[in-house]
């Protein structure tokens, strides 16, 4: 496809940029339908091209190209990939923690075959790029807890966690081997009001906002010292952008980087909450998710991002209480 030049803005630099024709898969879920919007401000809406297998928010489908799409389908994003000449695909589609320990072979096959797709369409050198995610899942209960480093013991015990460490090998491999430029995230939990997660163990520290400003109450489904890596929508965002951005020579990791955000338990989201809302009350009832969060890190070194792409967090958890609030007050 054409390449033209093209700057933006970051809040901390400006960065020469090629756009590509870029193919986001999983385009209205939580990540995708905030990506497909900030790709379509930066690249300009008719090279953002987005598929998912339902159709998204308004604002979403009305600002761009979209094509229904299932991720396992490879012959169907090879049609997509083909007709708009893709470069650059962000595969965002997956089944998260939660609703995959309820189904684990579906979760298995849609989180290994979509990646496997796009690898795949890279080997055969149909499209030049692609972003995948990764997460903390892939860390376990004998992964060191607090600042976990990028590389340490990883025994995952979910799932997902488990496609995920799968996948990252694979993503590596495929570099290694292929030459695929494939770059990837650790995802902590993500934190936004303009789509909901779902499925997710750390789905609550959404749902808090939402219910403190409904019912001013909440009960959570982890226990209250419950400490996990969180980071705000915007800056999972900028940070998946300025690893896309960043020249191939220096990433030094093609499994997934580590990227640290936020740590908080949901006694300590309930207090900053309270200072906005004095009435909030949270109670504590644990399910099934209590196990999956305990398995997982309480705060991750993310040293390599720093140094191989000048990766920098902006929202603490004050910012991104005030930014959810704010937001939800207004939607
Ligand atoms: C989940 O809770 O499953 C996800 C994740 C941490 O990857 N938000």
Known sequence: SVLKLNTFETSKKITTIMPETILVIGACGQIGTELTMKLRDLYGPDNVIAGDIREGNETLMAS???????????????????????????????????????????????????????????????????????????????TPQNDTPQTTIMEPSTVYGISKQTGERWCEYYFNK????????????????????????????????????????????????????????DDAIRATLELMQAPAENLTIRSAYNLAGLSFTPKDISKIIKSHIPEFEITYNPDYRQAIADSWPSSIDDSAARKDWNWKTEFDLEKTSKAMLNGLKES
């Open 64 to 142: 761009g190209p979209f094509e229904q799409l299932d991720a396992t389908d490879l012959k169907a994003i090879e049609e997509v990939v083909m007709h708009y000449e893709v470069d650059t695909v962000y595969l965002m589609a997956a089944m998260l923690s939660a609703t995959a320990e309820k189904f684990p072979m579906r979760a298995w096959n849609l989180n290994m075959n979509s990646l496997f797709n796009v690898l795949n369409l890279a080997k055969e050198k149909k499209i030049e790029r692609i972003f995948w995610p990764s997460s903390i899942a892939v860390f376990g209960t004998t």
């Open 178 to 233: 292929y030459g695929v430029d494939v770059r990837s995230i650790r995802y902590p939990g993500l934190i936004s009001y303009k789509t909901l997660p779902g499925g997710g163990t750390t789905d609550y520290a959404v749902d808090i906002y939402i219910e403190a400003l409904k019912e001013q109450k909440y009960e959570c489904f982890l226990s209250e010292n419950t400490a996990l890596p969180m980071m705000y929508m």
